[in-house]
T-cell receptor
């Protein structure tokens, strides 16, 4: 089986812009979670989607949103980008209750 | 949400065993203990998990204290490829969703 894929792998945006990141889970996995990783804050949970429904959300502002499609692919969107949004954004999929598998991440740089 | 504490960094010599500790004093009865590791420029990778009994797999062993307030990940023979950040996390299996809290983890250096 192919692993979790994330696109793009690298992205540079300007403050105030918005960005959409994409995640394709492992085939058959219905749960997709998103995380933000920064050197200062470590790995932080953003949200989880299961069968197109958001069922858990971390402590991030409303500028961070996501969605899941019927084929389990997921996107996350960040609007009005700030410098502090520069981070590695990781997507993980699983077929509950089994283990999560992480993708390689999208490195977002906001200038 | 229950949290874990780990040493910031550890060192090991190549081909020697490594014991990575984790404290989780507020663990609940339904929390599983999971370990992940993250190699440079990669996403985290699952290593092992357990509930009460010690567990072994091809990558590592997990020793869980009798009161479940601490656990130890054991790499039997460290290799250079084991140099990574190791995360100990708790996950509630009963609710079927996970709002996992990743701490800063332990950065393991392996000395040739």
């Amino acid at each position: 089986k192919a692993g979790v894929t994330q696109t793009p792998r690298y992205l540079i945006k300007t403050r105030g812009q918005q960005v959409t990141l994409s995640c394709s889970p492992i085939s058959g996995h219905r749960s997709v979670s998103w995380y933000q990783q920064t050197p200062g804050q470590g790995l932080q949970f953003l949200f989880e989607y299961f069968s197109e429904t958001q069922r858990n959300k971390g402590n991030f502002p409303g500028r961070f949103s996501g969605r899941q499609f019927s084929n389990s692919r997921s996107e996350m969107n960040v609007s009005t980008l700030e410098l502090g949004d520069s981070a590695l954004y990781l997507c993980a999929s699983k077929d509950p209750p089994y283990e999560q598998y992480f993708g390689p991440g999208t490195r977002l740089t906001v200038t | 949400d229950a949290k874990t504490t780990q040493p910031n960094s550890m060192e090991s010599n190549e081909e020697e065993p490594v014991h990575l500790p984790c404290n989780h004093s507020t663990i609940s009865g339904t929390d599983y203990i999971h370990w992940y590791r993250q190699l440079p420029s990669q996403g985290p990778e699952y290593v092992i998990h357990g509930l009460t009994s010690n567990v072994n797999n091809r990558m590592a062993s997990l020793a869980i204290a009798e009161d479940r307030k601490s656990s130890t990940l054991i790499l039997h023979r460290a290799t250079l490829r084991d140099a990574a950040v190791y995360y100990c996390i708790l996950r509630d299996a009963e609710t079927s969703y996970d709002k996992v809290i990743f701490g800063p983890g332990t950065s393991l250096s392996v000395i040739p």
